[in-house]
């Protein structure tokens, strides 16, 4: 039996029923719409909006949307059920965030997901990445006339009855690995990333070429080091803007670093002693990248990665 490593992933998991059922069936989810204990998913600007509650955030979901806004069938997108709600996300494109009865906040996904339960940050992250694609399409890529919505929000179709093609959501498929090389692990840093922060690499599928492929070539790209035994390990949704990563693990057969096209600052071989004492920072911890690490690095210390106190773990900017 395979093991489903991908649901231990922040993000991931059957969080909602996506009722792909209610999709062709319109008379069903305008009906949904007009229901009171129907949900909205806000996205303002391309940020997810919080509530503070104690010392945690929580989504906002949203039942009186229409007070802030009028709701169009065509301008809202069907996510599913979600805790026995139906529930839509809808973009508020308003210059200023609409004024709430409780304190709200308004940020990027990227940072909070963390903090959030977590069905929450997966529903947000669903809900951002449909509104994200579908600003991306209202102009066919073909004749370049003006598309509608579909489907509930999952089609866009061309509006010229002569050209009438359709789109589809899509995702951009992005490969993320750790090299090793038996006790020692290959990480590197853009240089625009905060000052001390590694990570594994990572980088996107080309059109004709296999996952397994695309690690090999990334990483002899990036390193200039050669791998072989590349291993799946899990997956992550991350909308940032909308990507899958499909994590690896791969074992390096040359351990030469060379950054050969300059995607890297800088690229090392570190141990688990090295991570331990702080030589870097680490990922943020509900990424994939942190949890790659994480992995290898529990199998073969006695204290565990978040337990050890002289670990550097990189955090998302304080609220």
Request: hydrophobic content about 40%; aromatic content about 8%; proline content about 6%.
């Amino acid at each position: 039996m395979t093991r489903l490593r991908s649901h231990g992933n922040l993000l991931a998991g059957n969080y909602i029923d996506r009722l792909a059922h209610w999709r062709k069936d319109e008379a069903l989810w305008r009906t949904a719409l007009e229901d009171p204990n129907t949900l909205f998913v806000p996205v303002w600007r391309n940020q997810s909006l919080v509530r503070n509650v104690g010392e945690s955030l929580q989504a906002l979901l949203v039942s009186d949307v229409r007070r802030f806004m009028p709701v169009e069938a065509e301008e809202v997108v069907l996510l599913g059920e979600f805790h026995r709600h139906t529930c839509f996300a809808v973009a508020f494109t308003t210059p200023e965030l609409p004024g709430f009865e409780e304190a709200v906040e308004a940020h990027d996904l990227r940072g909070i997901a963390g903090e959030l339960p977590t069905e929450e940050a997966g529903l947000l992250a669903y809900a951002r990445a449909m509104l994200h694609w579908r600003d991306r399409h209202r102009f066919c890529g073909r004749c370049g006339t003006p598309t509608r919505a579909m489907q509930g929000g999952h089609v866009r179709q061309c509006t010229n009855p002569v050209c009438g093609e359709q789109v589809f959501p899509r995702i951009d498929p992005a490969i993320i690995v750790l090299i090793t090389d038996g006790e020692r692990v290959l990480l590197g840093r853009q240089a625009s990333w905060p000052a001390g922060r590694y990570s594994t690499i990572a980088g996107f599928v080309e059109p004709g070429e296999s996952l397994e492929d695309a690690v090999i070539r990334e990483v002899a790209e990036e390193t200039g080091v050669d791998v072989d035994f590349v291993d799946y390990h899990s997956s992550q949704p991350w909308p940032f803007p909308s990507s899958l990563m499909l994590g690896f693990t791969a074992r390096a057969s040359s351990v030469e670093i060379t950054l050969a096209d300059a995607e890297l600052e800088d690229a090392r071989w570190l141990t688990r002693e090295q991570i331990a004492a702080g030589n870097v920072a680490l990922p943020i911890t509900h990424s994939i990248s942190f949890r790659l690490i994480e992995d290898w690095y529990n199998e073969g210390a006695r204290v565990p990665l978040r337990e050890e106190p002289g670990v550097k773990l990189w955090r998302a900017p304080k609220r």
